[in-house]
């Protein structure tokens, strides 16, 4: 199982959009509609953001979104706001009950 | 309202065995699926273990086969083995509830240090 790939770092201005991408491969991101995003602040859990690629829990903003293309999800964070600095983790099923983990992309807001 | 609360014993000599505790409230353990996920200091997350709600279990490869998780519904708990500890089994280790849409809820995690 290889690891997803994630940016490091991007960065952005208040009230500006960044987009994060998270490539995969056919096994994983590219096969399964199962990308989920992670939102986690220092010494913080991981918060879920996002889940089936584009989906909303219930209490997060609709200033994230999320979709996919083939290998590649992308997570887009809109208006930023100073409390978005964090880092951001993508995860896919890659089937038969295993998981792949993005290395994740700190988010500075300039 | 879900909690999870995971609890361990800090600090792990090399070669022994780490034993972690996930305490859940809130749901029936035995209707979820759960996980445990680690983060080494300073890194990112890695998928650990997986336990369905029928007892069907999976581990990351990169264990090697020391890993163990496993439930008591009785106690809602969920438990994590892990054997012949190194250095870079140092992490937080974090349980969390989901399957493949996502992991919808998080523990606060524990820190485990492995170190003479």
């Known amino acids: 199982q290889s690891a997803l790939t994630q940016p490091p770092s991007t960065s952005g201005s208040p009230g500006q959009s960044v987009t994060i991408s998270c490539t995969g491969t056919?096994?994983?991101?590219?096969?399964?509609?199962?990308v989920s995003w992670y939102q986690q602040h220092p010494d913080k859990a991981p918060k879920l953001i996002i889940y089936?690629?584009?989906r909303r829990p219930s209490g997060v903003p609709d200033r994230f979104s999320a979709s996919k293309s083939g290998n590649t999800a992308s997570l887009t964070v809109s208006g930023l706001q100073a409390d978005d600095e964090a880092y951001y983790y993508c995860?896919?099923?890659?089937?038969?009950?295993?998981?792949?983990f993005g290395g994740g992309t700190k988010l500075t807001v300039l | 309202q879900v909690q999870l609360q995971e609890s361990g014993p800090g600090l792990v000599q090399p070669s022994e065995t780490l034993s972690l505790v996930c305490t859940v409230s809130g749901v029936s353990i035995k209707n979820y699926y759960w996980n445990w996920i680690r983060q080494p200091p300073g890194k990112g997350l890695e998928w650990v273990a997986f336990?369905?709600?029928?007892?069907?279990?999976n581990y990351n490869p990169s264990l090697n086969g020391r890993g163990t998780i496993s439930v008591d519904t009785s106690k809602n708990q969920i438990y994590l083995r892990l054997t012949s500890l190194t250095p870079a089994d140092t992490a937080v280790y974090y349980c969390?509830?989901?399957?493949?849409?996502?992991?919808?809820?998080w523990g606060q995690g524990t820190l485990v240090t492995v170190s003479s």
């Open positions: 089936e690629v584009s």
């Open positions: 995860i896919s099923y890659a089937g038969s009950d295993s998981w792949v």
């Open positions: 056919s096994n994983d991101v590219g096969g399964y509609n199962y």
């Open positions: 969390a509830r989901g399957y493949r849409s996502g992991y919808f809820d």
């Open positions: 336990i369905s709600n029928s007892g069907s279990t």
